[in-house]
DNA sequence: GGTTAACTTGGCCAAGTGGACAGTGCGGTT
DNA sequence: AACCGCACTGTCCACTTGGCCAAGTTAACC
């Protein structure tokens, strides 16, 4: 809104706008996660990225519009992160190390994870939201589902259940100790992590 | 309000306060299983119990003070079910089948649910929801942890982990495909039971 | 220079929202 | 019968919220 203009004579007006719009949505996505998703107003999410709160009504066609685009935004990039860490690992283990390792590394306070349940809790009301979400988390099992493939053959992992079932147990055993740690950050994962490895050996 | 009133002659002017009180706690926390936490007001609540919106603010101290009762009181009574169900199995197994059965049978259309789910979110930003509901988690972890140590010395379940360890790592799974079916309602769990139920047997 | 279109800004409004409160009715007590 | 106190009941109020809009600003285009 100000040093950025006018240098190269380039897109000030139009490039404005974009990021007048990125801010909007970064914002929302934030309080979403900070408050929960009905404690949102508008004017917050002015207040929070900087712009007079007409500018939200000019950006977006309203509220929901703008909550939706958010948290789909917002949670697709959150959802990234481990889908790489997935698609870039060598085996389950791995996955689950890595994982484990993020939620002890303070994903905890992430407000990626607020958002995360935010979104979910939301998509439960809004096909909108459920829509990209679903294809996601789908997206995630069958990345998750090869990889259980790939183990079993290599024999890391015992190979006498069905990769998808088990891609299936391990993606929601993940979100489910986000869940639990998440109520109750004292809880230790060290036991329940030796346990899951454990099992996935087949003894 | 009308019929119940003057007829033994009994509870008519305490009781019936009992009885609005419990109505309004009631309304409320359906409301916050379908609409969301922020999304609840005082008016919908009075609408919902069939009192006038004046008697939420003569019975609760305030809208926060009636969510959270509402709130708690409602999770406390959704998790008493699989809380007795792990009470009364007689091994790890017992309780999976019965859970997920539970889950297959129409759990997710369940407001209990989404009441769970709401209240956990909502733990995160209020210490007093948060305590009692990790309460009542620790209490079902002892309680599935006792079980997992009978299990294995029955032969059940493998017996090279440790029995908290496990416990967790079954409560977490059992949450974390409550999940999942809530964003992916056709998600088959079948293949993923027999998958839980084989690795448990250590093979 | 003038025009245009995208963007920005702050004021405004109707529709709630939570909470307060002055009454009202009625059972129980004396 | 007179009284008391509890459980309401409906109204009122200060405030917030989402959305609209009429100006203002800026940069690109003719």
């Known amino acids: 809104m100000d040093s950025a203009v ?3 004579g380039r897109p000030s007006s139009a490039a404005q706008g974009a990021a007048t719009r990125a801010a909007i949505l970064e914002a929302a996505a934030a309080l979403i996660a900070d408050l929960g998703w009905g404690q949102v107003t508008t004017r917050a999410i002015a207040a929070r990225a900087g712009v007079p709160h007409g500018a939200v009504n ?3 066609q309203g509220k929901d519009d703008l909550l939706r ?3 789909i935004a917002g949670t697709l990039n959150a959802l990234a992160g481990p889908l790489s860490i997935a698609r870039a690992a060598g085996s389950v283990q791995e996955v689950l190390d890595g994982i484990l390792a993020w939620f002890t590394c303070g994903a905890l306070n992430d407000p990626s994870v607020a958002l995360l349940l935010e979104t979910a809790r939301q998509s439960t009301r809004d096909p909108l939201v459920r829509e990209p979400l679903a294809t996601k988390l789908r997206e995630f099992r069958a990345t998750l589902t090869e990889l259980v493939r790939r183990s079993q053959e290599r024999g890391d992992i015992a190979a006498d259940s069905s990769p998808a079932g088990t891609a299936t147990m391990v993606a929601a055993l993940l979100d489910g100790l986000m869940l639990h740690v998440l109520l109750d950050p004292e809880l230790d994962l060290s036991e329940t992590a030796d346990t899951i490895r454990s ?5």
Chains 1, 2 share one sequence.
């Open 6 to 8: 006018g240098q190269g």
């Open 58 to 60: 000019y950006h977006f």
């Open 69 to 71: 685009q958010a948290a």
């Open 199 to 203: 099992l996935l050996r087949g003894r």
